[in-house]
């Protein structure tokens, strides 16, 4: 294995982070859903549930009679509560604010944004109620508790079912207890008041509340639903598998629901379905996925995408996940698909496109065919000694044919040949490189190299640095161009670049074009042909004078690829395809030798272009 002069390091984790800014732009759209909100006369304590995608406050309240706008910040110190609202009261330490910039105060304004999970106060100046309706993405992360003291917040609560304070709060031993009951809690009335709240009220979502905690506290909900990282679940173009964490923290079974407020007859996602002693299958998610949890139950489900079905290359929802007693909470999906783009000087001239499908599955596909039958071509048994006149029937254990001819004395006759393939004892396993360019041609590979080609950089009109170009993985089976290219790993300190190569195949040249629609339900066919003077013919031997050639040798190799099998993972078709795997060879024999079998390919890269120009 060659060691190649480069100059980078851990270039390809790099390549995949570019690859999520300029294929899916960092998916510059967001799931969204919608809050409504009424704002009476006065002063309203309102929890936001959603960031608008623009969440200033001069937009959002921009046709809305409002005064002021004011949050608590002060993360660390004990707020000074009062029960009667006022802007005396809230100009003490750890309240911002906004007005107006109509207004000639505004200038002191410290407080420019909504942001989401966040409860405010608004002093609406109108005499009528007035609707705020926000368009926005909601998130999953909560803010932390401030322990023994007061916190200003609002509840994941279901609209069509809110619970009580008691019902809500039981499960939280922060907030309640059997023996005192409730810590303080306190919600603004029609007054402007605060009034503190007994058991069987009603906790109403979007509205803001007083929440005393005693001690500290991690408490969201009785029942939670939530990502294992980050505030949805964001498979962008890497992940095809997200698990989502549920729990009942609550003395009695719960049915999750799981509804796609989006378009769910467009959702691609499925979910696992995993049954003691039977194989792991998946399953859509339909428009209500039903989970039962018993009483403090835990469960990771696992949530996958199915790529292939993406009717466009942004596929964004938002999930309600409720429990059917009071709990609602509003998760955000967000799915990439990469845009496949020829890379500027390719050396590969124009071909007639392939498929759609065909053209999506550009790139880099790298596995294995398992062979496990071939014709017999010498199969049953021998006859000697026959005179002139006589008809033989000859069988094998494929075919049974009538054989008539005339015979010659004390001749040898053997049986007819087989083409059918028949099962082996075991497998014999080859590997299979290949590779589909931006058209949807496909070409078996011998060998290719992974690299880097450096990105380029010049200066926007302030002067400063910026990237024209980005850095990328490029893929080379032209040795003669690894000097143009840097590294994409490290090797005992030196920048090297990453060959996958097989021993399975050869023929003159790097790449052999296959004919054929590189798509689910097709079949891709490419003849290797190895002439009797080729170097590497395994029949040629240079020092022997009776193998100074070789033979004439063809092998016709087929791939047909098949269609998406019974519980087939998500991923399939997108990063994984398998199917029948067929070849012919002739010159070896005085008939043709056919084998059979499986193959399995993994998409390892999304690089459509072989040794573009740097």
């Known amino acids: 294995m060659k060691t190649l002069p480069i100059h980078r390091i851990l270039k390809t984790t790099v390549a995949t982070l570019l690859t999520l800014v300029f294929a899916g732009e960092l998916l510059q759209a967001a799931p969204t859903t919608t809050q409504t909100l009424v704002l009476q006369p006065g002063w309203n304590a309102l929890h936001i549930e959603v960031l608008p995608s623009n969440p200033s406050l001069s937009t959002v309240f921009a046709a809305l009679p409002i005064d002021s706008v004011w949050t608590y910040e002060n993360a660390r110190g004990t707020p000074e509560f009062v029960q009667e609202v006022s802007e005396e009261s809230l100009t003490r330490a750890g309240w911002i604010s906004w007005v107006p910039t ?6 002191q304004n410290t407080l420019f944004q909504l942001q989401v999970n966040r409860s405010y106060l608004v002093k609406h100046v109108g005499t009528n109620p007035t609707t705020l309706t926000l368009s926005g993405r909601p998130s999953l992360r909560s803010r932390p508790w401030q322990p023994d003291t007061l916190n200003f917040r609002g509840l994941p609560v279901d609209p069509a079912l809110p619970p009580t304070f008691l019902t809500f709060f039981r499960p939280s031993p922060a907030h309640y207890s059997p023996a005192t009951g409730l810590q303080p809690m306190y919600r603004m009335n029609a007054s402007g008041v605060w009034q503190r709240v007994i058991n069987t009220d009603l906790v109403r979502p979007g509205e803001a509340y007083w929440i005393h905690v005693r001690g500290g506290s991690d408490y969201i909900a009785p029942f939670t639903a939530a990502p294992e990282r980050g505030d949805g679940l964001d498979f962008d173009v890497v992940f095809d598998e997200l698990p989502l964490l549920m729990s009942n923290l609550g003395s009695s079974s719960v049915n999750a629901r799981v509804r796609d407020l989006g378009s769910p007859a467009a959702n691609p996602l499925s979910h696992a379905v995993d049954v003691p002693d039977q194989a792991l299958s998946w399953s859509p998610l339909p428009s209500t996925w039903v989970r039962p949890l018993a009483s403090t139950q835990n469960t990771r489900e696992r949530l996958a995408v199915r790529r292939i079905d993406m009717a466009s290359d942004l596929f964004e929802t938002v999930l309600e996940i409720t429990d059917g007693v009071g709990t609602r909470h509003l998760l955000p999906v967000s799915v990439a698909r990469n845009t496949i783009e020829p890379l500027a000087g390719s050396s590969r001239s124009a071909r007639p496109a ?7 599955h550009a790139g880099l596909w790298v596995g294995t065919a398992s062979l496990n039958a071939i014709s ?7 006859s000697t000694n026959f005179t002139r006149g006589f008809t033989l029937q000859l069988e094998t254990n494929a075919v049974s044919r009538i054989v008539t001819t005339n015979l010659i004395p004390n001749s040898v006759v053997r049986s007819s040949v087989s083409l059918t393939p028949t099962p082996t004892a075991s497998e014999f396993n080859l590997r299979l490189l290949l590779h589909v360019d931006v058209t949807g041609q496909t070409r078996l590979l011998k060998e290719v190299i992974e690299m880097w080609q450096n990105g380029t950089t010049t200066n926007d009109p302030d002067g400063t640095t910026v990237v024209a170009k980005p850095g990328r993985a490029v893929l080379v089976t032209d040795e003669s161009r690894i000097g143009q290219f840097s590294g994409v790993s490290a090797r005992d300190g030196v920048e090297v670049g990453r060959r996958v190569s097989t021993a399975a195949f050869d023929f003159p040249g790097t790449e052999l074009p ?3 629609d590189f798509a ?8 290797n042909r190895m002439s009797e003077t080729f170097e590497r013919n395994p029949f040629k031997h240079r020092y022997h004078p009776d193998h100074r050639k070789g033979f004439n040798i063809q092998r016709v190799i087929e791939l047909e690829i098949s269609p998406p099998p019974l519980n087939a993972s998500p991923g399939y078709g997108e990063r994984t395809l398998q199917g029948i795997y067929r070849e012919t060879v002739t010159g070896l024999h005085r008939t043709n030798i056919v084998v059979r079998g499986t193959f399995r390919l993994n998409r390892v890269s999304q690089t459509a272009t072989l040794n573009a120009q740097p």
């Open 102 to 107: 109509n207004r000639v105060d505004s200038f």
């Open 376 to 382: 017999e071509a010498h199969s049953g048994p021998l």
């Open 354 to 360: 392939g498929s759609a499908e065909a053209q999506s």
């Open 514 to 516: 296959m004919s054929g």
């Open 520 to 527: 689910m339900g097709s079949t891709v066919i490419g003849t």
